[in-house]
């Protein structure tokens, strides 16, 4: 790790410079937080399986035609990805109310949306990521009306296909948060996919039995918070074939 420098420390991620000019390494920690960090720990072993499941999920979606700025995965704990300048918003993807769309709109957690509901939030960690209108992104010049159309269009096809694809795998997909970035090429510039795409970010349930799947074990203290991770990647049929012991292992190992 320290023979690149560092670009950027986040709470379950770390960016060092690339290899080449306009890449980053991702590097993914076990530290897990909730409630804005109020709340810390460490999920063993979450670091492997979230850039695993992120490597899956952003290759499934760059096949059908989603930009992303996943190029490959380097290692146990390392992606090599496409530097892009972020879109400072989450955007938060609902199927089924739960979370803080039940508390605002006291909607009982579970139950299903008529339709999918696309939201804003507004990354700034001192504020607490106030929830955002399209208003107030063009206002303040975070992203344009057209950069806004783009993010919502690739948000809803997301949304179909992860809904789908974890469907196939006896998974409900109740929520998920992502982040989009600028790529620039020469004069022309283009909204991708960036961030991950995890159990740490997303409510993944179990469709017979409801159970939790994702890091809401961690923020409610439900206990089997690695296992949980441990089977969406079985689920989605990638769990290190070593097991466990597998997860634990050095850095660099392939
Ligand atoms: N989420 C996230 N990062 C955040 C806030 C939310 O990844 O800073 C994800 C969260 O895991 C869930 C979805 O976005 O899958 C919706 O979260 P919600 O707004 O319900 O907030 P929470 O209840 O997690 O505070």
């Not at 600028?182 to 283009?190: A, F, G, S, V």
Request: with cysteine.
């Amino acid at each position: 790790m320290s023979r690149r420098r560092q670009v950027y420390e986040g709470k379950a991620k770390i960016l060092f410079e690339g290899p080449e000019p306009g890449t980053l390494v991702q590097y993914f920690k076990d530290d897990a937080t909730a409630f804005n960090a109020k709340k810390k720990g460490i999920i063993t072993g979450k670091g492997v399986l979230n850039n695993r499941i992120s490597e899956y999920l952003m290759t499934r979606l760059e096949e059908i035609g989603i930009p992303t700025h996943f190029i490959r995965r380097l290692n146990m704990r390392e992606q090599l990805v496409r530097e892009v300048e972020i879109i400072p918003i989450e955007v938060v993807i609902r199927n089924v109310a739960a979370g803080s769309f039940s508390e605002r709109f006291g909607v009982p957690e579970g139950q299903a949306l008529p339709r999918s509901v696309v939201e804003y939030y507004y990354k700034n960690d001192q504020l607490g990521d106030p929830m955002v209108s399209e208003e107030h992104i063009t206002a303040f010049g975070w992203a344009t009306t057209q950069d806004l159309d783009d993010i919502m269009a690739l948000a809803l096809r997301i949304n179909d296909f992860l809904y789908g694809l974890f469907l196939g795998v006896g998974v409900k997909l109740v929520d998920f948060k992502i982040e989009f970035g600028r790529l620039w090429n020469e004069e022309e510039m283009r909204i991708v996919l960036a961030d991950e795409i995890s159990p740490d970010c997303a409510r993944l349930w179990d469709i017979k039995t409801n159970e939790k799947m994702d890091k809401d074990r961690f923020r409610r203290d439900l206990g089997k918070v690695e296992e949980a991770y441990q089977e969406v990647a079985r689920r989605l049929g990638i769990f290190p074939e070593g097991g466990p012991r597998d997860l634990k292992g050095p850095a660099t190992m392939q």
